[in-house]
C-alpha cells in the first residue's frame, strides 16, 4: 500500500514540475517577446525623431528669409519643443505601449511644422487631423482617399496632400517601409510586434483593413476589423 502511495506523490509532483517548468518558460519567452516589441517601437519611434529634425533643418532653410510674425514664431517654438520632446522620450520607454506618449508628441510637433509653413505661404491653416495614413512621418492628412490596393478592395484612408495626388494620377503612394526578414513591408503589414507602434497613431480598425487574416505573422495584426 505504502508503494502505491508513494509512487501517487511521485506521478504528482511530476506533473506539478512540468506545469512549473512550462509556466516559467512561457514567462521567458513573453519577457523576450516583450523585450523585442519594445526594441522595436524605439527604433521606429527614433527614426520618425530623426525625421522631425530633418524637417525643422529644412523649415529654417524656408523661412530664413521671411520673418515671422508672433504666431509663427510661436508655432515654430512649439515644434522645436516638441522635437527635444520627444528626443528625450525615447529612451524613457519602458515597453512596447508607451511609444504613444512619444507619437503624440510627434503628432503635435508635425502639426506645428506644418501651420509655420502655411503661415509663411499665406494659405489656411491645416486642420487636426490624424497623421497620412501611408507614412505618418508625412503630417497631418489633408483629406481621405478611396485607396485600391490589390486583392483587398477600396479603402478609405487619411493620406497628405501628396499622397493624395500619387493616388489620384494611379501612382504608389509614399509608404513607411520596415524590413523584416530582409523584405521592405508597408509597417502594418509588418507583424504583431510593429502594432503598438501602429496604434498609437490610428485605431485597430485601421490598421487591420488590409489584413483580416488571424495568422499572426507578417501581413496580419490577428484582427478582422474593417473601416
Known amino acids: 500500500m505504502e508503494w502505491l502511495i508513494i509512487a501517487a506523490l511521485a506521478a504528482g509532483g511530476g506533473a ?7 509556466g516559467r518558460r512561457r514567462r521567458r519567452e513573453l519577457a523576450l517577446e516583450q523585450a523585442q516589441e519594445l526594441e522595436i517601437a524605439r527604433t521606429l519611434a527614433d527614426e520618425d525623431v530623426t525625421v522631425l529634425g530633418e524637417q525643422l533643418q529644412r523649415l529654417d532653410a524656408e523661412v530664413a528669409d521671411h520673418p515671422l510674425d508672433e504666431a509663427a514664431r510661436l508655432d515654430y517654438q512649439a515644434a522645436l519643443d516638441a522635437y527635444e520632446s520627444a528626443q528625450r522620450a525615447v529612451p524613457a520607454l519602458r515597453s512596447a505601449e508607451e511609444v504613444s506618449r512619444v507619437s503624440d508628441i510627434l503628432t503635435a510637433g508635425r502639426y506645428t511644422l506644418a501651420c509655420v509653413q502655411a503661415r509663411v505661404a499665406g494659405r489656411p491653416l491645416p486642420e487636426r487631423r490624424a497623421p497620412c495614413f501611408f507614412n505618418p512621418q508625412h503630417g497631418p492628412a489633408t483629406v481621405d482617399v478611396a485607396w485600391n490596393p490589390p486583392a483587398y478592395g477600396t ?5 497628405c496632400a501628396q499622397d493624395a495626388a500619387r493616388i489620384a494620377r494611379g501612382e504608389r503612394p509614399d509608404l513607411r517601409r520596415v524590413k523584416v526578414g530582409g ?6 503589414e509588418a507583424g504583431a510586434a510593429y502594432l503598438p507602434y501602429g496604434k498609437s497613431y490610428f485605431t485597430t480598425a485601421a490598421l487591420t483593413l488590409l489584413n483580416p487574416q488571424n495568422s499572426g505573422g507578417p501581413g496580419s495584426w490577428g484582427h478582422g476589423n474593417h473601416l
Not at 16 to 22: E, V
Open 183 to 188: 523584405q521592405m513591408l508597408p509597417y502594418w
Open 16 to 22: 506539478l514540475g512540468g506545469r512549473g517548468w512550462r
Open 155 to 159: 479603402r478609405i484612408v487619411p493620406a
